[in-house]
């Protein structure tokens, strides 16, 4: 379906990637409610996706009990609610992440505040 | 002798005929088709405008006559009020609160429908349906008006309260009843008036003023509650304007009635989702609670909307989709909600703050199958760090939903510990939405949505900074320029409730110190 109009209907589109300084990339964890949304982050298709972990998500998921005891290797990722396997070495360009993607993940044994997934 | 002179005296429904239809004429110099061309690009068939009953049987005489005694008696309370410091005889400055919610959230929706009224009331062909856009048109002024002028004596002594129009344009949250009401007005005439008589004022406006009036009443706020009478009044009209405008476009043509039901599934979620912010106000922003979200869902919603689309049954009209979702939604939007605002509130213009225990032990109470288990926790979590010395504040900004453009905070129907996550693409980019019903809104018109002014994308893209910010200058903080162009007043505005001015102020204004106890 489209817009009903009285005329010519054809807008630009507000949040293609040309108009942000990088890429946006939605990230959520998974389990972990007391953060109230999956978080939306401008990051440089050339970081590592290894950082993501290590540098980027410490500021906003680091003052939870549990986010110091995931082990990153075994964390388990989806892409648009997919299984996914990005490679940590490479870059989140090298590991396909496109604009406004939305990647999450599970860290196993890991299930928020007394198991009560917040 | 002079022969008397009998004056001719209309009866009651001549006098309304000669004033409302009779003062309309057919064009000549213009096909009627040129002059009113908004109410037929929509699809909905009218035959015969003639069959349109108006609903307020109301002549612009006897109208300024009502309204003009109910100004009168409102304005008079507001002043008494005034002199009187009203504002010392409220609960607890946290409702106050509540008041900022409503003045930036709700106020410029009435100012918003005054406008589309105004433009329902030029463009629709039939008469009768123009007068009473026209008359609600004023009424939304006067709205705008009397809650500017209620809650502007609060401007007075408490933060938070002072720029509700420029916030309305640029704050996060806001942009979740200013993309309603925009997505209602640019909509034709007929798709303006389901959204906004029907779905909303009709279907879900108890749920806006019965919380908010019996909610100031309780709270000893006897000016709110009087503008909020002086309103209500109106709305009964408002009402009866939406469910007439329903059946006489399903009256008129079968053709209609797809069309119909389409609008009804689109402005039912859309004003669901705007309501969640009512929802957290009524039971986490009271210090006085008057019945719980979830009370006055199956009072006002349920109840009265089991009847409702009964009777619209035999029109081929059914419940709105999402009607379960939303149904579900009542155990948890308003718990979802308050946590998301104690988290962002460095970014909004009032306080939030961690219930106190006799009101975690109403929240158990009002919502058993729900509150221990799942939102109880983070509570008790933040209690504790808060204690310590560190609220918790959430530096990282959040994923909206492409359509409501809430944060995503909505889980799945069924289970309340997965954030529901929907998405779709469309030439080329992807968009995001919270639930089955913002996509599928999404999808029937992306040519609208794709234009959604997201706030935090607006923000990544460096349109929220006042002209002439430099953000490459040394020691640049974003977060701060962004507060900046708010107009929102750091450190004052914003923060928990524990450590405000507020609660400061109001404690010593009523010879208390901040913990309550009598000096």
Redesign the interface.
């Known amino acids: 379906m489209s817009v009903k109009s009285i005329g010519p209907y054809n807008f630009p589109a507000k949040d293609v990637r040309e108009n942000f300084p990088a890429p946006l990339l939605f990230i959520g964890w998974e389990d972990h409610l007391m953060f109230a949304a999956p978080i939306c982050l401008p990051l440089p298709p050339d970081t590592p996706f290894g950082a993501l972990g290590a540098a980027v998500l410490p500021g906003t998921y680091g003052s939870h009990p549990d986010f110091a005891r995931i082990d990153w290797s075994a964390v388990e990722w989806t892409k648009s609610g997919k299984p996914w396997k990005p490679d940590p070495a490479k870059s989140l360009a090298e590991n396909g992440l496109q604009h406004k993607d939305v990647i999450r993940f599970r860290a196993p044994g890991l299930s928020g505040l007394n198991g009560s997934c917040n | 002798m002079d022969t008397p002179v009998i004056k001719k005296k209309l009866g009651l429904k001549d006098r309304y005929a000669a004033m409302t239809r009779d003062l309309a004429w057919d064009t000549t110099y213009q096909p009627m088709e040129k002059v009113f061309?908004?109410d037929k690009?929509?699809?909905i068939k009218i035959h015969d405008w003639d069959k349109w009953e108006d609903p307020f049987r109301l002549t612009m005489d006897a109208y300024w006559k009502y309204q003009g005694e109910k100004e009168k008696k409102l304005y008079a309370v507001i002043e008494a009020f005034a002199q009187n410091n009203g504002q010392l005889g409220v609960t607890d400055a946290r409702y106050i609160n509540a008041l900022k919610l409503f003045l930036t959230g709700v106020t410029p929706l009435e100012y918003y429908a005054y406008r589309g009224f105004a433009h329902a009331g030029r463009q629709f062909t039939g008469a009768g349906a123009r007068v009473a856009c026209q008359m609600q048109s004023i009424d939304e002024l006067r709205h705008y008006q009397t809650e500017t002028h209620a809650l502007s004596h609060y401007n007075k002594y408490f933060n938070g309260l002072h720029s509700p129009q420029h916030m309305f344009d640029r704050v996060w949250y806001l942009s979740v009843p200013k993309s309603f009401f925009e997505d209602a007005y640019t909509g034709?005439p007929f798709e303006f008036l389901t959204a906004v008589s029907f779905s909303f004022e009709y279907v879900l406006t108890n749920l806006l003023f019965v919380p908010f009036m019996s909610g100031a009443a309780h709270n000893g706020d006897m000016s709110t509650v009087t503008f909020g009478f002086s309103a209500q009044s109106d709305e009964s009209r408002h009402m009866t304007l939406g469910i007439e405008c329903i059946k006489f476009m399903l009256e008129q043509d079968p053709d209609n009635v797809p069309i119909v039901q389409g609008w009804i599934d689109k402005w039912f979620w859309r004003g669901y989702r705007l309501l969640t912010i009512v929802a957290m106000m009524q039971d986490y922003m009271l210090p006085k609670r008057v019945m719980s979200w979830r009370e006055s869902w199956e009072m006002y919603v349920e109840e009265n909307g089991e009847a409702l689309f009964k009777d619209l049954a035999r029109y081929g009209i059914r419940k709105p989709k999402g009607w379960i979702q939303a149904c579900e939604g009542k155990d948890h939007i308003s718990h979802?909600a308050w946590?998301?605002f104690y988290?962002?509130n460095g970014a909004a213009p009032f306080h939030t703050w961690i219930p106190k225990e006799e009101e975690m032990a109403w929240l158990s109470e009002k919502y058993p199958e729900t509150f221990d288990?799942?939102y109880k926790?983070?509570w008790?979590?933040w209690r504790k760090?808060a204690a310590e010395g560190?609220r918790?504040y959430?530096?990282?900004?959040?994923?909206?939903c492409t359509t409501c453009q809430v944060?995503?905070?909505f889980?799945e129907l069924g289970d309340a510990?997965?954030?529901a996550?929907r998405?779709s693409d469309y030439?080329g980019?992807?968009?995001?939405c919270c639930s089955d019903h913002c996509k599928e809104i999404f999808?029937?018109?992306?040519?609208?949505y794709?234009?959604?002014?997201?706030p935090?994308?607006?923000i990544?893209?460096?349109n929220c900074f006042k002209p002439g910010t430099d953000p490459t200058a040394e020691g640049f903080d974003p977060l701060l320029a962004v507060l900046d162009y708010y107009h929102l007043n750091f450190g004052s505005d914003n923060f928990d409730f524990e450590t405000s001015e507020d609660k400061k102020n109001f404690a010593a204004w009523n010879g208390e110190n901040a913990e309550g106890a009598a000096k």
């Open positions: 061309p908004y690009y929509e699809g034709g979802q946590a998301t988290q962002y288990s799942l926790p983070r008790d979590h760090e560190r918790f959430n530096m990282t900004l959040p994923m909206l944060p995503m905070l889980t510990t997965k954030i996550y998405e030439l980019n992807k968009y995001h999808d029937n018109e992306p040519e609208k794709i234009q959604s002014w997201l935090v994308q607006q990544y893209q460096g």
